[in-house]
């Protein structure tokens, strides 16, 4: 469920593309390109969702194993998602998170196949 303007309606989870905090707000962010606020943390969505689909990539995203198509290097040993739809703004995968991320993303695809 998620809770707008006092009314919770549902949205499934294969509309779901990724979570996003902007200027202290959380947002879930729909594959149609819809921007919906939340009355929700990353940390509590992190202990809610499931770790094979959903993966926290930094601070500010937890992102969705379809929306990930790959990855590309960037400096100071970090990644940059490549992404199934636009994301406004990149979505980075720290250095310490690197090695975890690969492992996700390869087990993700092994489960999808």
Do not use: H, Q
């Not at 949205?11 to 707000?25: L, N």
């Not at 959903?54 to 970090?78: D, H, M, Q, S, V």
Request: charged fraction near 25%.
């Amino acid at each position: 469920m998620v809770e707008l303007k006092a009314a919770n309606f549902p949205v499934p989870e294969s509309d779901i593309a990724f979570f996003a905090i902007e200027y202290k707000i959380c947002y879930l962010y729909t594959f149609a390109g819809r921007k919906i606020p939340l009355n929700s943390t990353l940390e509590f969505l992190e202990l809610i969702l499931n770790p094979v689909v959903f993966y926290r990539a930094n601070r500010k995203t937890i992102l969705k194993r379809e929306l990930a198509l790959g990855f590309k290097a960037i400096p100071a040993r970090k990644l940059e998602v490549t992404t199934a739809i636009d994301t406004k703004s990149p979505i980075t995968i720290p250095k310490a998170k690197v090695a975890k991320f690969k492992k996700w993303l390869k087990i993700g695809s092994r489960a999808s196949s």
